[in-house]
Nanobody, 114 residues
Framework: VQLQASGGGLVQPGGSLRLSCAAS????????MRWDRQAPGKERELVAV???????DYADSVKGRFTISRDNAKNTLYLQMNTLKPEDTAVYYC?????????WGQGTQVTVSS
């Protein structure tokens, strides 16, 4: 299984970005998919998670601003990020979990700066 993250970039505070994570095969086997991020000098942290059934959960710091979704027909995971803040600057990683293990994408850089 390979995961390819994309959509990062430079955006001004208050702006929006949508990250995508394309899986090399079907996503139906993934019980959980999630976005994590790692800022410089900090530990990697969970940002958002979505189950196969579509249940979602978010870090408190992004609730109300970020939305995670998955399109199983397109084998793609998304993270819509609105009202971005400088503290959202990080490398964002997608991750998928099935009964065999856990898989990571390569990361995409998000920089929020004026």
């Amino acid at each position: 299984v390979q995961l390819q993250a994309s959509g990062g970039g430079l955006v001004q505070p208050g702006g929006s970005l949508r990250l995508s994570c394309a899986a090399s095969g079907t996503m139906l086997g993934f019980s959980v998919m999630r976005w994590d991020r790692q800022a410089p000098g900090k530990e990697r942290e969970l940002v958002a998670v979505i189950t196969r059934d579509g249940n979602t959960d978010y870090a408190d710091s992004v609730k109300g601003r970020f939305t995670i979704s998955r399109d199983n027909a397109k084998n793609t995971l998304y993270l819509q990020m609105n009202t971005l803040k400088p503290e959202d600057t990080a490398v964002y990683y997608c991750r998928a979990i099935d009964r065999f293990g856990s898989y990571w994408g390569q990361g995409t850089q998000v920089t929020v700066s004026s």
